[in-house]
């Protein structure tokens, strides 16, 4: 029988893991330089820019302001996960529009700073990016267990064979 | 044409888009937002995919999704790290004399240690035109990245299928 929790707490320890790899990276540069080479593994997901990025301990966290907020809004709401969803019975993705409001939200604030509406505001990118962040697990989390109990499926026919 | 061709098709497809978006300039910075590039190739991978295999009454589940993604991210992430090597070679540019130079423009003293790599590292770019630990480094980046959000892609573009095939039912 496929169990639909190892899912859940294999995508909770990745993004669990994940944030404690953002925010210990400017402590552990204090104590080695040689850590900051780790900087460029998440310059390929962020910009990186030091002024859009929130400092710890003397250290710049490797992701802007936008990302911290996606990435910390989807360990909240991955914990969160099964007491805002019957968890272990319905196990579907809700509507896309709900994916939809944060990703306009989004794209809004980057054309109003484009268009010089408002100057860079760091709130705002940490709002949308965690605004984003907290509806992401709820369309991931049902797709990865779809995912894993098809190849477990696959997997049992297959030995039956 | 069969379920294995619209796989590799679709993976193709996918790697494209992935790539076209990390190499073009300006529409690069899509991937700043936390590889949204990435995650877009994935989506129209398995768009694609559905798309086509409708027309030979094959269903793609949550595996064929995940699968589309993930090897398109591994096939991108290898594209890109060799287009990254060959454009370094032909430029031959050094970007870390340029790095240390804007460091030292904008008032930042690097540590002796930093530095002492950092030049080890220049060394390299003078003496072969690109620096094999910094190309193993971008290599290995891109192996991890690419396919993660690509999956992620993937799986996403998955719960849409889903959702709208529910609907119709």
Known sequence: MFKQHITYFIFLLGI?????FIYLLPIACNYNDDFSIMYSVFGAVC???????F????????????????????????????????????YESPSVLLLLVPVLLMITDILLELTAVYKYISLVKFVTGFSLGFVLPFFILPGLKNFFEEIHINKLQNEYK | MSINKIRIFS?????FVMIFISV?????????????????GGLIGVFYMDHK????NYSISFKDAGIVG???GILSGIILSIITLAITIITRENPIDAGIKTFEEFGFQLPNE????????????????FSFRIALLNLLGNLIIYPIFGFLGGILAMSFINKKRQKIV
């Open chain 1, 16 to 20: 669990l893991l994940f944030n404690i």
């Open chain 1, 47 to 53: 910009h990186q820019i030091d002024s859009r990025s």
């Open chain 1, 55 to 90: 400092h710890l301990f003397g250290g710049k966290l490797p992701v802007c302001f936008r990302c911290q907020g996606i990435y910390l809004a989807a360990l909240i709401s991955t914990l969160l996960y099964p007491f805002l969803k019957s968890f272990f019975k319905n």
């Open chain 2, 11 to 15: 993976i193709f497809l996918s790697a």
């Open chain 2, 24 to 40: 073009m300039p300006i529409i690069s910075i899509i991937n700043l937002f936390c590889c949204a590039g990435i995650v877009i």
């Open chain 2, 53 to 56: 295999t409708k027309s030979i």
């Open chain 2, 70 to 72: 993930a090897l398109s």
């Open chain 2, 114 to 129: 930093v530095l002492n790599q950092l030049q080890s590292f220049s060394e390299e770019y003078s003496k072969y035109g």
